[in-house]
């Protein structure tokens, strides 16, 4: 297993969830890896990436609460999110593939299982 995420939960708006995705140390030690979450009936959507050099990014709706980050000891990526909304409810992946972090050789494509986090008002 290239991918394990962990964390989620319930919480009320206002409160914070710290996502966990454990890597397979080689992976881990070139890959871009994000977090996408997904709500039924809709795509799924790219929340944060974090390249293997550190620098992140993150879709518009998240800025200034989620914070992506990297532990090299662990080969762990968080994601630490403060202030949810409801509307931050879904089932959030990680995945790390070839085509976001830039790999040129055999193309790859690696997700983790949903964990499902959950907002209320």
């Known amino acids: 297993v290239q991918l394990q995420a962990s964390g989620g939960g319930s919480v009320q708006a206002g409160g914070s969830l710290r996502l966990s995705c454990a890597a397979g140390?080689?992976?881990?030690?070139?890959?871009?890896i994000g977090w996408y979450r997904q709500v039924p009936g809709k795509q799924r959507e790219l929340v944060a990436t974090?390249?293997?050099?550190?620098?992140?990014d993150y879709v518009d709706s998240v800025k200034g609460r989620f914070t992506i980050s990297r532990d090299d000891a662990e080969s762990t990526v968080y994601l630490q999110m403060n202030d949810l909304k409801p509307e931050d409810t879904a089932v959030y992946y990680c995945?790390?593939?070839?085509?976001?972090?830039?790999?040129?050789?055999?193309?790859?494509?690696?997700w983790g299982q949903g964990t499902q986090v959950t907002v209320s008002s």
């Open positions: 140390r080689t992976l881990f030690s070139f890959s871009t």
């Open positions: 974090i390249t293997a050099g550190g620098v992140a």
């Open positions: 995945n790390s593939n070839s085509q976001t972090t830039g790999w040129t050789g055999r193309p790859y494509d690696y």
